[in-house]
């Protein structure tokens, strides 16, 4: 749906857009990346952070490591404020930065 929205633009500059989930970049790299948390409810959150794993004392959400070790300039993040901060990492990731 995205993509198709940004081929009606018709803008060349925008071609070089890609879309997909955080689990095919890993192993390259983007410039910038937007990270579009699809959450709305509690289960979406439990689903997001399914994959996460304890380290050394700290819980490393393995998504979210590599949506930010992917962008080489700019990482921008949006999702439901209300939603994400229900999870430590993200609550922490929020206040830290947004607040």
């Given at each position: 749906?995205?993509?198709?929205?940004?081929?009606?633009?018709?803008l060349p500059m925008?071609?070089?857009?890609?879309?997909?989930?955080?689990e095919r970049y890993q192993g390259s790299q983007r410039d910038v990346i937007i990270?579009?948390?699809?959450?709305?409810?509690q289960a979406d959150l439990d689903f997001l952070t399914s994959n996460c794993f304890v380290e050394d004392g700290h819980t490393i959400?393995?998504?979210?490591?590599?949506a930010m070790t992917r962008a080489r300039k700019q990482l921008l993040m949006t999702g439901c404020q209300q939603v994400l901060s229900q999870n430590p990492i993200y609550a922490k990731l929020i206040y830290r930065y947004y607040i």
């Amino acid at each position: 749906m995205k993509r198709r929205e940004i081929a009606k633009l018709n803008l060349p500059m925008l071609l070089d857009i890609s879309i997909d989930t955080v689990e095919r970049y890993q192993g390259s790299q983007r410039d910038v990346i937007i990270y579009a948390f699809g959450v709305q409810d509690q289960a979406d959150l439990d689903f997001l952070t399914s994959n996460c794993f304890v380290e050394d004392g700290h819980t490393i959400d393995r998504k979210l490591n590599v949506a930010m070790t992917r962008a080489r300039k700019q990482l921008l993040m949006t999702g439901c404020q209300q939603v994400l901060s229900q999870n430590p990492i993200y609550a922490k990731l929020i206040y830290r930065y947004y607040i």
